[in-house]
């Protein structure tokens, strides 16, 4: 496990946030990484430990349910095309419309992301009002793509080299290495993230190994927790 930085980050993206941080003394770890590079191997092992797991990925299939705001918002500017028969998002199909073409991805993410911000810090006070001493871990694919430092404390990237990236993703989704290629290619690479994140646990070995790491992070964070040095 690399340990790069140990500076406290302010939370600086939302004030009710920072008002249950103050109100509490949790500690707010995002985890992030490439496709396939280990994310929830890790989070799994974390949460044995004691994080308490809050998953991006569930927030934004969460906020276009049918009816929801964002779903009527999607729904005026894209049409009903983008509609399965039964009115629930065909988000295959959203996705394609929006690939390649920046200006509807940001107006999609214009609907979402604020949406998914607020599920966050909603449930963020849920926990810290059951466990003022939680340590929350968010899971973020895209924690640094869309610029969400902000809503934690720490970051962590659960790293892969690339070919270890495309090997497991070709095993685990039965693609081609091509389409594995250009999954990758369309992402920030992971050398790149592992660049910005304060934390990094090499996930390229044995579940054995990344277990180590996973031990020694939560040491780190425990005792962080601990001094409320978040
Ligand atoms: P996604 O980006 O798709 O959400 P992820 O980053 O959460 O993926 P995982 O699902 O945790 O990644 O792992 C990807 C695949 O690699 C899985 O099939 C998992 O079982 C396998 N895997 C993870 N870590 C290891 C490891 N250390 N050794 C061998 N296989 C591993």
């Known amino acids: 496990m690399e340990r790069k930085r140990n500076i406290p980050i302010p939370l600086n993206s939302n004030s009710e946030l920072e008002a249950i941080c103050a109100r509490s003394n949790i500690l707010l770890l995002g985890v992030t990484g490439g496709i396939a590079s280990g994310k929830t191997t890790v989070a799994d092992m974390l949460k044995e430990m004691g994080a308490v797991v809050i998953d991006f990925d569930i927030l934004a299939r969460e906020v276009v349910e049918l009816g929801k705001p964002a779903w009527k918002e999607i729904v005026d500017y894209f049409g009903r095309q983008v509609l399965h028969d039964n009115e629930i998002l065909d988000r295959k199909k959203l996705s394609r419309s929006v690939f390649q073409d920046t200006e509807k991805r940001e107006r999609l993410e214009s609907f979402t992301h604020p949406r998914i911000s607020e599920e966050f810090v909603k449930k963020v006070a849920e926990i810290a009002n059951k466990d003022p001493d939680a340590i929350i871990q968010a899971i973020i694919p895209l924690l640094f793509e869309v610029n969400l430092q902000g809503l934690v404390h720490r970051t962590l990237v659960v790293h892969i080299p690339r ?68």
């Open 163 to 230: 070919d270890k990236q495309i090997e497991r993703l070709i095993e685990r989704d039965g693609i081609s290495m091509e389409e594995a290629v250009n999954i990758l290619d369309a992402q920030l690479p992971i050398d790149e993230k592992a660049g910005y994140a304060d934390y990094v646990i090499y996930n390229e070995n044995s579940l054995d190994a990344t277990r180590k790491q996973v031990e020694e992070l939560w040491q780190i964070l425990s005792e962080l927790q601990r001094q409320g040095s978040n």
